[in-house]
């Protein structure tokens, strides 16, 4: 189900060979399942590590459209075989959580370091010719100097998952200027909407905040709830994917994602409850290691990518969260 306002690309993907690491995960299961709307051949590929949000659900209904290769993106062989002949390399894989990169660093510098040099490696080697498109975090940016964060702002990551991310990114950004490997670098914010990972709290807080809410429970609340954020619905970004991969306008660049407006944790939850008709919350102090790594205010201006490729976001927060909230009732038993 879609909201009715999702604007469509008018790219045609038809006969294109797509590559999506992460494949079995949040965003790039959204993203496979439009590939194949678009006529595409779609190879999937998912490490199913328990904790960073694959799930076989994620692909109910299409198993029998698209490829599925179970491997871990830090192994340069495996990468080294499944680029060959693919012409778009949806490169989505990695560690997001920023509370696990901080107790377990040295895996988060393995998943979101090592593994982007095994990808640009396997196509230096085996196929220069594809066009990649890396997710980057508006969390590279660190404390917001100012507001809207454009794409000239310093970053100054507050944790680890950021400065590694951050250097994904750059891996990425070299490659294509080095070694003619066409990519380009997506900042995303606070994506959200159906077959995110409700398991726990450790990769989206909005994903545990969708969870308590639909169990009737009570969500802390940390701070005054004041803070402001921007939230992207999932087909906002996966629209985004698409028209990075086609546009050669996009090689070497970064661009940010977005949110229609920035929104308070207040109003956020607030308007998650309204539409569940479930759940409460409670302002509560902060803990003392969150507080440590969080950035306060930060929202992101995508005037960059709407004037390079026409992007904007289309979906507000109110008709996302609905059918987000729906998702989730009609499939409950798969996410908690």
Not at 177 to 183: P, Q, S
Not at 190 to 196: A, I, K, L, S, V
Not at 249 to 260: D, K, M, R, T
Not at 276 to 296: C, F, M
């Amino acid at each position: 189900m879609k909201p009715a306002s999702v604007t469509t690309t008018p790219v045609n993907f038809a006969g294109s060979r797509c590559l999506v690491t992460g494949g079995l995960g949040f965003i790039g299961s959204n993203l496979a399942r439009r590939l194949l709307e678009l006529g595409a051949d779609v190879l999937v590929v998912d490490s199913l590590i328990p904790e960073y949000g694959g799930n076989l659900q994620n692909i109910a209904g299409i198993e029998n459209e698209l490829h599925i290769n179970i491997a871990d993106v830090r192994d340069t062989y495996a990468m080294e075989y499944l680029v060959q002949g693919r012409d778009y390399l949806f490169n989505l894989a990695g560690q997001v959580s920023h509370i696990e990169s901080m107790e377990n660093p040295f895996i988060d510098l393995e998943i979101n370091c090592r593994s982007q040099l095994s990808i640009l490696e396997a196509c230096r080697n085996r196929n220069r010719d594809l066009k990649i498109v890396y997710a980057g975090t508006r969390q590279q940016y660190g404390r917001a100097d100012y507001l809207p964060v454009d794409e000239r702002h310093l970053m100054h990551p507050t944790d680890v998952n950021g400065i590694n991310k951050m250097a994904g990114e750059w891996y990425h950004i070299l490659y294509n200027n080095v070694y003619g490997i066409r990519a380009c670098s997506l900042r995303m914010t606070n994506t959200y909407g159906p077959r995110m990972l409700v398991k726990h709290s450790r990769q989206t807080a909005l994903g545990w905040f969708v969870r308590q809410v639909l169990d009737d429970g009570e969500v802390q609340l940390y701070g005054t709830g004041e803070q402001l954020r921007d939230y992207t619905y999932v087909d906002d970004v996966v629209e985004a994917c698409l028209r990075a991969a086609v546009s050669e306008a996009s090689n070497g660049q970064v661009f940010n994602l977005g949110g229609l407006r920035p929104v308070s944790h207040l109003e956020l939850l607030q308007t998650l409850i309204e539409v569940s008709g479930s759940g409460s919350y409670r302002l509560v102090p902060w803990p003392p290691e969150k507080l440590r790594i969080d950035i306060g205010d930060v929202y992101s201006s995508y005037q960059r990518i709407e004037k390079v490729l026409g992007w904007r976001p289309a979906i507000d927060l109110r008709a996302g969260l609905t059918d987000t909230v729906a998702f989730y009732r009609a499939n409950k038993s798969f996410y908690w």
